[in-house]
């Protein structure tokens, strides 16, 4: 996610070390990986399926998905995977079998369904039953979750009441639109787009769970308001307050996206300054709107393909979600890792979990304190640098030197087990990149 809209809606299962968040032909293909085959049958595979879920084993998971029982417990796992895979409509109706008998006899499991729901939800623009589900879960498991985590689903319950009579978001395309993108002082990439009949930059940010646009720009929009918003997370790990709104008319070049729900904050909120950069963002178009798109094709610094054809599902690396965060697995020094996804941040930055696996031989890296800012001030945190970093991105192999590492928790502590985010230097060197949520691949252009 950008540092510099970053905005914290993650709710996941008291108790869970990872929120609960793959589409059909993902799930086929997973189901055929073998690398796990010969013993997926060994143990009980609802249990064996929940720790690798924890774990992000993606591959283990699809490798047990076949064994799974046709029992409340085995339909749960099934919308929790699907979630995860993009394929909303097999989540909801796994879920929603199993909900009955796990509100009857697993309340931890019931209010994770109810999580995931809710998440299903929300990817669809159904605000409505998003708000109702909710309720649900804080009416009857409210108990079961940490403070800051009831916090962050009342936060979420409050956007979606707030959004309820809202019509869901949709997308038309007139054919394959290029549009021409460019660098903002803050070194991420902007896009130009009419909303509302207002032509502006928008920064591109598939890290960020919500589109966002500072409270002048809403006024230009004449936005009319549908609803307050408190607590929402912010880069210096403090809460702040907003608004919610729908831009009706969004285009894109020959692609228009209609009923897009944006927060609004005031602009001081969004005005980044740092030593050598001080910039007002104005508005950010966030990962509901890539959802929308499909596939997102960028060339370099130069330009961005809307409407391009599908990723071949033999090429580049299979893509999640983590709620409405993209996740990757990339292959790192034999070990498969979980990494956050991010177009708006401009250079990978590794994460604690990633830190505790490798400090132990990183006593001569160059060390230092950074300081950065987004929604809701400044923040100076403790790093080390890698001097060289490799990792296959599916059958590619990257490498990026000088790589940042946290050597602190995030507040709140870590998301585990996320290892890092994933930024532009990734693919700085390529021809450009593809995001595909519709085959949910992730390809890097030679």
Not at 6 to 25: E, H, P, V, Y
Not at 82 to 94: C, E, F
């Amino acid at each position: 996610m950008s540092q510099h809209t970053k905005q914290n809606f993650s709710i996941s299962r008291a108790g869970s070390g990872a929120t609960r968040a793959m589409a059909a032909g993902v799930l086929t293909m997973l189901a055929c990986v073998g690398a796990f085959a010969a013993d997926a049958s060994q143990g009980d595979p609802v249990t064996r399926a929940e720790a690798a879920l924890d774990a992000w084993r993606m591959d283990e998971v699809g490798a047990l998905l076949g064994n799974l029982p046709d029992t409340v417990e085995g339909d749960y796992v099934r919308g929790i995977a699907a979630n995860r895979a993009n394929d909303i409509d097999t989540s909801k109706r796994a879920l929603q079998r199993a909900l009955p008998g796990l509100e009857r006899q697993d309340p931890a499991r019931a209010l994770d369904a109810l999580l995931t729901l809710s998440d299903d939800y929300q990817k669809t623009s159904s605000y409505a039953d998003q708000a109702r589900t909710l309720r649900v879960a804080v009416a009857r498991y409210a108990g079961q979750m940490a403070p800051e985590a009831l916090a962050g689903v009342r936060t979420v319950l409050a956007l979606a009441s707030a959004l309820s009579d809202s019509p869901p978001q949709t997308v038309s395309f007139a054919g394959e639109t290029r549009l021409p993108i460019r660098r903002n002082p803050l070194g991420t990439l902007d896009v130009e787009a009419r909303a509302n009949g207002v032509g502006a930059h928008w920064m591109l940010d598939s890290g960020a769970n919500y589109s966002v646009v500072s409270a002048s720009f809403a006024k230009r929009l004449k936005l009319e308001i549908a609803g307050e918003v408190s607590g929402i997370g912010s880069i210096t790990g403090d809460k702040v307050n907003g608004q919610v709104a729908i831009v009706k008319d969004l285009r894109l070049g020959t692609v228009t996206l209609h009923n897009v729900a944006v927060l609004v904050f005031p602009d001081e909120h969004l005005h980044v300054k740092l030593p050598k950069v001080e910039y007002q963002i104005s508005a950010a178009l966030g990962y509901p709107v890539f959802q929308a798109l499909g596939r997102v094709s960028f060339t370099g610094d130069k330009s961005v393909l809307l409407g391009s054809k599908p990723i071949p599902a033999t090429d580049g690396a299979q893509l999640y979600l983590d709620g409405l965060t993209p996740v990757v697995t990339l292959g790192v020094e034999g070990t498969k890792m979980p990494f956050t996804l991010d177009t708006g941040a401009r250079a990978t930055a590794l994460s604690h979990t990633y830190w505790t696996t490798i400090q132990d031989r990183a006593s001569g890296w160059a060390r230092s304190e950074h300081e950065f800012a987004g929604l809701g001030g400044t923040k100076t945190v403790q790093k080390v640098s890698q001097p060289e970093w490799k990792a296959l991105v599916g059958a590619d192999e990257v490498v990026l030197k000088d790589v940042e590492v946290d050597t602190q928790p995030k507040s709140g502590g870590d998301k585990q087990p996320m290892y890092g985010n994933l930024g532009q230097d990734l693919w700085k060197n390529a021809a450009g990149f593809t995001l595909d949520f519709q085959s949910m691949r992730f390809k890097i252009d030679k």
